[in-house]
């Protein structure tokens, strides 16, 4: 056997007991002899680098040290769940998924893991990237944290696809938490609070041999790409795990809501006897094309929804409430409790939300409350322990004024917020508003941070986001801690903000209740800020996913006469007022006409059909309803032709019928 030959028969050996091992818990071999196999294929490599392989099992060791993770922009937008904390909830979704469908419907239960989602792509069976979950749009590039990662496979066995994305949830076995916080304790060195946080910050550790010793797993829960050859959630499952890639063996199909409700009841009390941690059961629709048919919301598709496990409570002392002002104005009440250890962190503070939940929880300074995490991430109180209430004790009166400008704050009809009305005066409502300018998420300017929009508003430098663009760097470098690199940092933020799509800068100045999703909706219908700007209560109400709340939050933005000039001086110092020519229609073929995809499509994808309508100047609605002009049925239609059927107004077009109109 040749050198080549004997690296390659290495590899695919220790590859299978790797995958013995990692995925299938069934080793072959003992961990030395796994061991002495790697160090010779490590030394054969070492010495003949011409045959060097990305996805070697070597690999896995680490060794590369990444200074700055890359963001990338997802192909597939990674949607997060909705939540459910009962099962009426539960009960609620299946009937709205009935009522959409009106056809029998499977279920898929899996465990919900506690820790960090990945997207990561594979080619030609080969592992190619991973990208943190980031925002959903876009997020980090983690590719080399990830090869080390065992139960993650680098090469594929089996019939995989060309080209697709598996995302999955990134772990910390308990055992692992343990262990390095013993040695941690050994070192002197803070412990760790949780298994999901170290889970998460591992993945941006700089040195992929540290991230190896810290011993992640990795459990997959979808694949998503184009033209792949499954059926259902349960079917990709199966064909997952015949490529190589751990499946959770306590995945299960039900026919049935009641053996859903069964599998929490189970999985509520076994969870303790697992091995890592898990904050639910993830529900999802077993067939891809009822999942097609439910499609998504704004924010999450309608055909999965996480059941939370009650959530852990801890008892602390209610200190004093301090009030915090958003930058639409909003006043938000904040408990400062007595410091708290609550699901591995320590509690200072939590939120009250509004003056309605003040009273109806009759919470008092000096009380003992009972404080949980919000779908565990956000701590509220939720209960008052009235055993212990002190008897001079008074109710809350909420504040009358502004905490910040001393306005007399006002509460709308039908609201439950108060709001301080100045916001042209009130500071932290003018940096909250730049703040959410530059934010990455819209012009994405890293450079400054909220210290510095500080600064530059306490210096007259700043009282609005278009103050932004004539800020010269010799007027920022006299601020305090302002460096020169740190001066044309943000000038070139500046500059490169100019080159920011006309959606994000949509987003970017802030119309309340307009957020990623809606503005790229409304960049898509109106092309333009001066359409968008001159658009009709009704036009925008029948923009989709824009209901007549939000139409209506919009054409009260653009009434006000200030900010017409912000959106002016934004377009003379030179950003995106329109879509770029690259998302204009190429022609008017379909100009006035409405679409609807349903059933399982042939041809093409949803997405890609809903471009096909797009860049033929039509529009894609997502119910069928009398707007509707035409309903594209592929196979297996179900409650959407019914319903266009029985309107007798939608003209039924199959895939081809369609194509024929576009090429006519």
């Known amino acids: 056997m040749n050198i080549q030959d004997k690296i390659l028969a290495l590899r695919e050996e220790l590859n299978q007991h790797n995958y013995n091992y990692y995925v299938l818990d069934t080793p072959k071999i003992s961990d030395y002899e796994f061991d002495q196999l790697l160090k010779e294929l490590q030394e054969l490599e070492e010495a003949h680098p011409e045959f060097f392989d990305p996805n070697s099992p070597t690999q896995r060791v680490g060794g590369t040290v990444t200074k700055i993770f890359p963001t990338i922009v997802h192909e597939h937008r990674m949607y997060s769940l909705d939540n459910s904390y009962s099962i009426e909830d539960l009960q609620d979704w299946e009937k709205r998924i009935e009522k959409a469908l009106d056809e029998k419907v499977e279920f898929v239960c899996e465990l919900k893991y506690d820790g960090a989602s990945v997207s990561i792509l594979y080619e030609n069976g080969l592992l190619k990237q991973a990208v943190t979950r980031g925002d959903g749009f876009q997020g980090d590039e983690i590719t080399a944290n990830v090869k080390t990662i065992r139960s993650v496979p680098l090469k594929l066995k089996g019939d995989f696809p060309e080209k697709f994305y598996v995302r999955g949830e990134i772990i910390l076995p308990h055992k692992e938490f343990e262990r390095i916080n013993s040695e941690r304790a050994e070192l002197g060195l803070e412990l760790y609070a949780n298994p999901r946080n170290t889970a998460s910050g591992s993945l941006k550790l700089q040195d992929s041999g540290e991230v190896a010793k810290r011993k992640l797993d990795c459990y997959l829960y979808t694949i998503v790409g184009n033209n792949l050859n499954f059926n259902s959630q349960w079917d990709m499952l199966k064909a997952a795990e015949s490529f190589g890639f751990k499946i959770p063996k306590t995945a299960k199909l039900c026919s049935s809501l009641q053996e859903v409700l069964d599998f929490i009841d189970y999985w509520d009390s076994e969870r303790k006897n697992l091995p890592f941690e898990i904050d639910g059961i993830v529900v999802k629709v077993n067939s891809f094309a009822q999942q097609e048919e439910l499609g998504h919301t704004a924010k999450s598709p309608r055909w999965a929804m996480a059941y939370k496990f009650k959530a852990e409570k801890a008892e602390t002392e209610l200190l004093s409430i301090s009030y915090q002002v958003g930058r639409t104005g909003a006043i938000t009440p904040v408990a400062n409790l007595k410091p708290v250890s609550l699901a591995g962190t320590i509690v200072k503070r939590a939120s009250l939300h509004n003056e309605d939940i003040i009273n109806k929880l009759d919470v008092r300074i000096g009380d003992r409350v009972y404080v949980e995490k919000g779908g565990e991430i956000i701590p509220k109180i939720v209960e008052v322990n009235f055993d212990v209430r002190q008897p001079d004790s008074q109710p809350v009166e909420f504040i009358k004024n502004c905490p910040e400008c001393g306005s007399a704050l006002i509460r709308n009809e039908g609201e439950a917020q108060h709001f301080c009305p100045n916001e042209d005066e009130c500071k932290p409502q003018i940096i909250g508003r730049i703040e959410h300018f530059v934010s990455r998420k819209a012009m994405d300017m890293a450079s400054i941070g909220v210290e510095t929009i500080g600064l530059l508003f306490d210096n007259q430098l700043a009282k609005d986001a278009a103050d ?142 809903q471009k096909l309508v797009e860049q033929n100047g039509g529009k894609n609605v997502s119910g069928v309803s009398e707007n509707l002009n035409y309903l594209i049925a592929g196979e297996k239609a179900g409650s959407k032709l019914k319903k266009a059927e029985a309107l007798g107004t939608v003209k039924i077009l199959t895939e081809d019928e369609f194509l024929e109109m576009i090429n006519s």
């Open 468 to 609: 932004l663009y004539d800020l010269k760097k010799e007027e920022i470098l006299p601020l305090d801690r302002m460096a020169d690199k740190s001066a044309q940092n943000i000038m070139d933020a500046i500059e490169k903000s100019k080159e920011i799509p006309f959606e994000k800068v949509l987003y970017a100045i802030g119309i309340r209740h307009v957020g990623e999703t809606v503005a790229k909706k409304l960049a898509k219908e109106f092309h333009s800020m001066e359409n968008l700007m001159n658009a009709t209560i009704e036009e925008l109400s029948n923009t989709d996913d824009v209901g007549e709340k939000i139409a209506w939050s919009i054409q009260e933005f653009f009434s006000k006469e200030k900010n017409r000039i912000l959106v002016n001086r934004l377009k003379e110092a030179g950003l995106k007022m329109e879509i770029g020519e690259e998302s204009k229609p190429t022609s008017d073929i379909l100009v006035g006409k409405t679409f609807l995809f349903t059933g399982a499509l042939t041809q093409f994808t949803r997405d890609e059909a």
